[in-house]
């Protein structure tokens, strides 16, 4: 219960410290792209959300983006495997896999974009989705990382430098009460070198 208060304090000290307004959400017709051809299975997908983590995670990253997932499918829809804490209340704090729609559903989105990670090959991108799909139903962990976390950076980095060990996006050091450490954001994966933005709602380059 004390641990559950001093997490409230650090919301309202950090909201103190830069305020944060509402935003005017995207007008988001998902059938804009549906049938989006270019996407591919093992392609990244970026949001920014509207919630209250997904402000302290932009706070502190400094990205357009507060959340990350990689395409695990795209007929006959395409899908999403992504560690979250509330995109679905019957499975909160977990691993789990949304379509395109509920990733992007306006309640929980106002920016995203696609990108294609150009450093792996396609037998890789099959190798970690693979791997992806084993995890679901794990329990979401935030946590720095000297310690055992699983969030949705860590859900990828960790798959991808099995197959790729070079893969070396940037860790940040943040230090506020009950979360101090390195952590990885999604703005290490945004700013990564050689992937390619296939698709950016609204079109806006990240």
Same mark, same amino acid.
Request: net charge negative; proline share 6%; glycine share 4%.
């Given at each position: &219960? *004390? &641990?559950?208060? #001093? ?5 309202? #000290? ?10 005017? =959400? ?5 059938? /804009?792209? !549906?049938?989006?051809?270019? $996407?591919?299975?093992? +392609? ?7 919630? $209250? %983590?997904?402000? $302290? ?5 400094? /990205? ?8 695990? /499918? ?6 999403? $495997? ?25 309640? =929980? ?9 150009? *450093? #792996? ?20 962990? #935030?946590?720095?990382? %000297? ?18 060990? +070079? *893969? ?11 979360? /101090? ?21 609204? +079109? !806006?380059?990240?």
């Amino acid at each position: &219960m *004390f &641990m559950k208060f #001093l997490h409230y304090i650090f919301i309202f #000290l950090l909201f103190i410290k830069t305020p944060v307004y509402a935003l005017d =959400l995207a007008n988001s017709d998902i059938s /804009s792209i !549906k049938n989006f051809s270019q $996407i591919k299975a093992g +392609d990244w997908i970026f949001r920014n959300g509207v919630q $209250i %983590d997904s402000f $302290i995670v932009k706070k502190l990253d400094g /990205s357009d983006y507060s959340h990350i997932g990689m395409i695990v /499918s795209v007929e006959p829809e395409i899908k999403i $495997i992504h560690a979250t804490t509330n995109d679905n209340e019957n499975k909160p704090n977990q691993v789990i896999i949304s379509t395109l729609t509920e990733f992007t559903a306006p309640d =929980l989105a106002q920016m995203y974009a696609v990108a294609r990670p150009n *450093f #792996l090959s396609d037998k890789q991108k099959k190798q970690i989705i693979e791997e992806l799909l084993t995890k679901q139903g794990e329990k979401f962990i #935030l946590a720095s990382r %000297d310690q055992e976390h699983l969030y949705c950076t860590s859900l990828l980095y960790d798959t991808i430098i099995k197959y790729q060990p +070079d *893969f070396n996006p940037e860790w940040q050091y943040a230090k506020f009460p009950l979360l /101090s450490g390195d952590y990885l954001f999604p703005g290490a994966f945004a700013n990564y070198p050689n992937i390619t933005w296939i698709y950016v709602y609204p +079109d !806006k380059k990240p």
